[in-house]
């Protein structure tokens, strides 16, 4: 079964399991496991962990359905505070422990003091296309401050300001309130919007994410979700070109 999709924006030489999540044949921990049970050809030949494809290769994969044939699940989640995105430790709790939908996994992060919307989907395409900073999808944070937001905030945080040696900005900041702001962002860098303020000598009291491109968070209250059908569906699809 020939994988190969011109129309997929991909940079080559990619790994071989990284190459099968954005073409949506499984997650990246999926694919290993296809290619260790020898399901994956790489121009005839059985891929191994850690192969990598050229644009010239051709890909098969046996005894699964096309990204076409397979019918995927996208759900919006509001995820609560103190929950973990990924990896738990100790005593923590992950999306995947609360959330309720085995086989689906967040799109992102959104850290553990953090609350609000995450995409869940069993959709390997997603990631890539939702996340790299080429596609500059927008995603929107309402952000409770504890002390009162200086004049030149805004002008500030859309600047940009340098942390730990990264340059980080926001594409909009509307000042809402006395100690509330509105930041959408187009990239995605561990913990951007805290340490964006840090540098504005804010301190955030909540961060909550309300919209990820043309999907809201909407009504939804801390631990429930929203599955995407219909229109909603086919807009959020259209939006990261699948």
Partial sequence: MNAMNPTEEITYPIRINRYLAIKGFSTR?????????????INGKKAELGSKVQESDTVEVSGSLTPQEKEFTYIA???????????????????????????????????????????????????????HPRFAHEKEYEVTVREDIPPLAKKVLEGGVRSEGEWLKAKKVTVTGPHTLSIILTEGKKHQIRRMLSEAH????????????????????????????????????EGIGL
């Fill in 77 to 131: 989640y509001y995820k609560p505070r103190g929950i973990i995105t990924h990896s738990p430790q100790g005593n923590e709790r992950s999306i995947a422990e609360v959330a309720g939908f085995p086989g689906l996994f967040p799109v992102g992060r959104l850290d553990k003091a953090s609350e609000g919307l995450i995409i869940l989907t069993d959709d390997g395409r997603v990631t890539d296309r939702l996340l």
């Fill in 29 to 41: 921990r999926g694919a290993d496991d296809l290619i260790a049970s020898g399901k994956v050809r």
């Fill in 202 to 237: 804010m301190t955030v009291e909540r961060l909550l994410r309300v919209r990820v491109m043309g999907v809201h968070l909407g009504a939804l209250k801390p631990g429930n979700a929203r599955p995407l059908r219909g229109l909603a569906k086919r807009m959020f699809l």
